[in-house]
């Protein structure tokens, strides 16, 4: 375990991380990962505990659950989900029953599993219906209120897994507020944005605000859920249906060290330097999007207002070649995510587009020329490898990806880049 350990921290170091769900917690945020806050078991909530010895782990719970109201501005908050996906389901269980119709954003134009997609537990329980983006990459509002006058759904998800742009959470206020929908915002990629001032935020707008602790928020693997004074307004029982639905719902006990590892991060991303940090990740953004436009890749929507790009690789590679950019990019050390585009002429696995984003980038320092930099480097491998082409046949796809890998394993621009990139990125440590 120990040498593996030491694998990935050289890892993490040699390489650049531009999936945009990942970042790198401080080590304060880690050590209290490691606290021996995780050997408590404390089911139930600060006060109303089923196990004895919660003296302490009760104000650890309560100053998390302060400094979120406090930063988001809300009346209330749970900071027990698990993760993003337990407390998106957490959500369904407190507003919907089974088999209720609920609306969310197309996972193959940037929604997320728990927005109702068909293999997902909220696909199979729930009758969800999804919602698009146009060709410009923005979503489509008036399908989203022309679906919603028509299917009446109980609950409406807003917020995205891979979308570039801002979220205009007051259009989907209103529509929600029209056909009488809970309305949740997902800001699980978002959160730093909209606690460091430059994203607005979904809390005047909508009823429910879920989130990851883990993405741009730069905190522990971890998930909220907070309710806003429009929700209570809307259900005043609201606060009590997520805590019964996170416990005893779906859940057991509280994982503590998290807890805690929330409070801290919660506190570090009230600091003004964190708002320093949220600007310097979309400023990021856009410089690397402008540098790929200006090589001649074509971007869906043309650009990235957020901290993330989706590159439509179909003039590069053809249909299904995100899989030829993962792979060269990690040779070069370069980490992305393989991801559908909007009107994906392929599938999910074999999607034709890459997803880039900033988070983590910036985290270990860097600024607007080292993307530029970063930039010039995808576009130099990439060119180099453009003729590849996912075969039509399904079963020869395996075999070339194959020789595919071994071609780019062996190839002198891959190992020249792949150096540049390490003695690069040794430059920026990580925390
Ligand atoms: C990442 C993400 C989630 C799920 O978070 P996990 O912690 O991976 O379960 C939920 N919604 C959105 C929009 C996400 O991007």
């Known amino acids: ?33 490691s606290s021996v806050l995780m050997n ?12 004895g010895g919660n003296e302490v782990v009760d104000e650890v719970e309560k100053l998390a659950q302060d400094r979120a109201k406090e930063l988001f501005g809300v009346p209330h908050v749970n900071v027990q989900p698990y993760s993003g996906s337990p407390a998106n389901l957490a959500v ?27 293999v997902s537990a909220t696909g199979i329980f729930f009758h969800a219906i999804s919602y698009h983006v ?3 990459g923005r979503i489509d509002m008036n399908e989203v209120r022309r679906l919603a006058e028509a299917y009446k759904p ?39 944005l909209v606690v460091g001032g430059v994203h607005p935020s979904p809390v005047p707008h909508v009823h429910i605000v879920t989130t990851t602790t883990h993405k741009t928020l730069r905190g522990p693997r971890g998930g909220m859920i907070l309710v806003t004074e429009k929700g209570i307004n809307k259900d005043p029982e609201l606060p009590e249906k997520i805590d019964r639905a996170v416990f005893p719902g779906l859940q057991g006990g509280p994982h503590d060290h998290q807890t805690g590892a929330i409070a801290l991060a919660l506190y570090e991303a009230s600091l003004p330097s964190f708002r320093d940090y949220a600007k310097q990740i979309v400023r990021n953004s856009k410089v690397l999007a402008e540098t790929l436009i200006r090589r001649g890749f074509s971007l869906v929507g043309n650009g990235s207002e957020n901290h993330l790009m989706l590159v439509d690789l179909t003039p590069v590679f053809g249909s299904g070649g995100g899989v030829f950019a993962q792979m060269v ?11 559908t585009i909007p009107g994906e002429p392929m599938n999910a696995f074999y999607p034709s587009g890459i997803r880039l984003g900033t988070p983590a980038a910036t985290t270990r320092g860097m600024k607007e020329a080292d993307m530029e930099r970063v930039g010039q480097w995808i576009a130099d491998v990439l060119a180099e490898f453009r003729s590849f082409r996912l075969p039509e046949e399904k079963d020869k796809r395996k075999s070339y ?6 071609v780019i394993g062996s190839h002198p621009t891959i190992t020249r880049v792949r150096e540049d990139v390490k003695a690069f990125c040794l430059k920026f440590p990580i925390p």
């Open 401 to 406: 990806i194959e020789e595919a890998k071994t």
């Open 1 to 33: 375990m120990a040498a593996l350990l030491e694998q990935e921290a050289r890892r993490q170091q040699e390489g650049l991380e531009l999936i945009p769900s990942e970042n790198y917690a401080s080590s304060a945020v880690r050590s209290v990962m």
């Open 134 to 136: 146009k060709s410009d």
């Open 40 to 51: 408590k078991y404390s089911e139930g909530y600060p006060k109303k505990r089923y196990y």
């Open 329 to 339: 990019l990690d040779a070069v050390n370069i980490t992305v995510n393989k991801n």
């Open 92 to 118: 369904y269980l407190a507003c919907c029953r089974p088999g209720d119709t609920v609306m969310g954003l197309d996972l193959t134009h940037g929604g997320h599993l728990t927005h109702g997609w068909k």
């Open 154 to 192: 109980k609950l409406i998800w807003c917020g995205a897994t891979a979308y570039p742009f801002q979220v205009d959470f007051e259009a989907f206020g209103e529509i929600a507020d029209a056909v009488g929908a809970y309305l949740a915002a997902d800001i699980a990629h978002i959160a730093g």
